[in-house]
């Protein structure tokens, strides 16, 4: 939509009305200056400092009942693994379907779920 008016007036602030609308733009503009004077600036040079609190580390002791039955299931899957290397690689492929087969659900080629 267009505007009434076709001439529009750009307000700009001056010093005193930006430091009221931003109290803090001092110190930005105070650390780009200093920049300019002293270089390259560092942490130190620039005062910003953030207290990460206590960074001590501890150990956790690991969740024992879970390692049980993860030390449990090991040799079960590796049982597993090897009894299907020593099955035919077409007996388990998953994209190999036998005219056998009696429950198949299998994706067409739209974007469709066919069961057959």
Known sequence: ???KNP????????????????PNAWLVEDTLERLDREGPATRESLDLYFDFGDRRT???????ELL???RQFLPQIEQSNAELLQRHPQSIDIEHIEETDEH?????????????
Do not use: G, N
Request: charged share 30%; aromatic share 2%.
């Open 104 to 116: 198949v659900i299998q994706m067409a080629s739209e974007p469709k779920l066919s069961i057959r």
């Open 68 to 70: 049980a039955k993860v």
């Open 7 to 22: 001439h529009e007036t750009l307000e700009v602030e001056d010093v005193e009305q930006r430091q009221k609308r931003l």
């Open 1 to 3: 939509m267009a505007s």
């Open 58 to 64: 501890f150990s956790i002791e690991p969740p024992t």
